[in-house]
């Protein structure tokens, strides 16, 4: 395991859709940034589903201040409760929450933004940046009479009743994570959420096969927000000055990548996190050998549950490399960094099969089904911290 990488606390409150690493101490004197931050980046078009958003001001103001927000929704299908919104004298936050319409697509991103026309900000107060969303359909496919033979073959056997796990389902994930420097893991975290599940081609009638297409194990907030911790918001990855020297400077791949992909705080982007092979035998089995070429070009084998991920950013990456906008062909000193967005890169990185006896967060992987939850425990490893990120998921089944 990789455990020298050092990160440093973000503190700068500009930034959109951050959390402040402490409040602002009296007599602040600074830009007083207005951002938002909500614990979901992503929702469902479906009735009671919303996502709550919190207006934060880096210091708190001697009078009220009101804020109107608006989305870039063409087709009004999405609505803002609670704008305005006032942020009363001596606090620094209120909330608004964004609730859905019913969706003719597969899923669409929105913008949050501060509408300059209908408020009126106080001196040295500024807007930091618009806060990104997505809105998922929550239609799913109907069910084949071959998959309905499956289930019905595993209701027989076990009792269960697989079809309540299919589809859309409530997905409860406690999260503790490691962090990235220092040798303790933070508090472990808990999100509510859903998970698109279906039964994999995989499937046979008598061992079915599930899959998560979206949202694999309540991972995908949790992960993407590791992948911008790594990334995006690492200082490292600054645009470094320039002192006039003519040496290659690994650092300058970092803003080259960043500036080709245009991947921002406020960037409109697509994070998908699946996973396939959940099989449903005599145990449940979801971990398993992967092979894979490590950075060197040299083939390894981790034992890992072998989620796989979709980044629209990532996409673009690929296609800036084979255009040789970026990549060692359009600057030398590429090779001397690891500039790339790539979340197999960052994320889930490493073989999870040996305990470190001084650390805490390893555990076997294990899964249990019944007719009350669907249940998974494990391990994953992201790029350089001091230990493994343990994960439980629980699932309840639907009515």
């Known amino acids: 395991m990789k455990k020298i990488f050092m990160m440093g606390c973000i503190a700068a409150a500009m930034f959109a859709g951050l959390s402040s690493c402490e409040e602002p101490e009296t007599g602040y004197e600074g830009i007083n940034y207005i ?14 589903e919303t996502l709550d958003v919190t207006v934060r001001l880096t210091t708190a ?9 608006k989305t870039d929704d063409t087709e009004n299908l999405i609505t803002l409760e609670g704008n305005p919104v006032t942020i009363t004298a001596g606090a620094t936050t209120a909330t608004f929450t964004i609730v859905p319409g ?10 949050v933004s501060l ?56 997905v409860s994930t ?3 994570a490691s962090n990235p420097d220092v040798e303790t893991s933070q508090p472990p975290v808990t999100r509510k959420g859903y ?6 081609e995989q499937s046979t009638a008598e061992i079915p096969v599930l899959k998560m297409t979206n949202n694999a194990m309540g991972l995908q907030d949790f992960l993407y927000d590791r992948l911008k911790t790594y990334t995006l918001e690492n200082p490292s990855w600054e645009e470094p000055e320039d002192d006039g020297s003519e040496e290659e400077n690994p650092a300058k791949s970092y803003s080259m990548l960043l500036s080709a992909i245009g991947w ?11 996973l396939d092979e959940i099989s449903l035998g005599t145990e449940i089995e979801f971990a398993k050998d992967v092979d894979l070429i490590d950075e060197y070009g040299d083939p390894v ?12 950013a990532y996409e673009r990456e690929k296609e800036a490399v084979a255009e040789k906008i970026i990549g060692e062909e359009a600057y030398p000193g590429w090779w001397m960094s690891d500039a790339t967005v790539n979340p197999d890169s960052q994320l889930n990185c490493d073989d999870t099969s040996e305990d470190w006896p001084e650390l805490g967060n390893w555990t076997e992987p294990s899964a249990s089904i019944s007719a009350e939850k669907l249940e998974f425990t494990f391990c994953l490893y992201n790029y350089n911290d001091y230990d493994y990120s343990k994960v439980t998921a629980t699932y309840t089944p639907n009515e």
């Not at 103001?61 to 927000?69: G, M, S, V």
């Not at 019913?102 to 913008?111: D, P, V």
């Open 35 to 48: 951002y938002l931050e909500s614990d979901a980046s992503y929702l469902y078009d479906m009735e009671g």
């Open 115 to 170: 509408d300059q026309e209908a408020t009126v900000l106080p001196e040295n107060v500024q807007w930091a940046e618009d806060f990104t969303f997505t809105v998922n359909s929550s239609v799913t496919a109907p069910l084949t009479d071959e998959q309905l033979a499956i289930i019905d073959a595993y209701k027989e056997s076990t009792g269960i009743d697989l079809s309540k796990y299919i589809g859309l389902v409530n």
């Open 102 to 111: 019913t969706l003719s697509i597969e899923s669409k991103s929105y913008k």
């Open 301 to 312: 084998t981790q034992f890992k549950v072998p989620l796989e991920f979709y980044f629209s």
């Open 195 to 200: 998970t698109m599940i279906t039964l994999s």
């Open 264 to 274: 921002t705080t406020t960037s409109a982007e697509s994070f998908i996190v699946s």
């Open 174 to 176: 406690v999260y503790t």
């Open 61 to 69: 103001l001697e009078q009220d201040l009101t804020l109107t927000f």
